[in-house]
């Protein structure tokens, strides 16, 4: 089977020009995606918080209400929510709120880990292990 080189670099070429136009359309993506996260975020700053004290007051709620704890499965939903993200049961109006659970004994809170750290036993970066021995007679280093 004879192929014309020139036939071949054509074909390449035009797929070059593709794989070029598709990663430039990813590059513009991207700058577009940091650019509007960077907006977005600006944004957030500025009007979330009187956005979030709005919406509570369209639900009926306090606008300092907090998330609150489900009774059921233990899990927190955002103030506004009106039924549990994790099992959809409905809000009860005995939910503790966040800071009321932060002291409630019948939400779970994980344990303080324990401090492990021995002192005794660190020996800084680059130390040798604790198993080698190290020398008795330390070589001299004086100068004749």
């Known amino acids: 089977m004879n192929v014309d080189a020139l036939d071949f670099y054509g074909a390449l070429i035009a ?3 593709v794989a070029l136009a598709i990663a430039i359309g990813v590059c513009v993506f991207a700058a577009i995606w940091v650019v509007s996260r960077a907006a977005s975020r600006r944004l957030e700053s500025r009007y979330l918080p009187g956005l979030s004290r709005w919406s509570r007051r369209r639900s009926g709620l306090a606008e300092d209400a ?11 939903s955002p103030a506004t929510a ?11 109006v005995e939910a ?8 409630d004994p019948t939400v779970y ?6 401090n492990e750290f021995d002192p005794s036993r660190y ?12 020398p ?5 280093t004086e100068v004749s």
């Open 96 to 103: 503790p709120e966040l800071r009321q659970a932060a002291t």
């Open 66 to 76: 907090g998330p609150w704890a489900c009774p059921a499965c233990r899990s927190v």
């Open 136 to 140: 008795t007679d330390a070589p001299s």
């Open 123 to 134: 020996r800084g970066p680059g130390a040798a292990p604790a198993s080698a021995s190290l």
């Open 109 to 114: 809170h994980r344990p303080v880990p324990p």
């Open 15 to 17: 797929v070059l020009w």
């Open 82 to 92: 009106t039924t549990c993200y994790g099992c959809g049961v409905a809000r009860p």
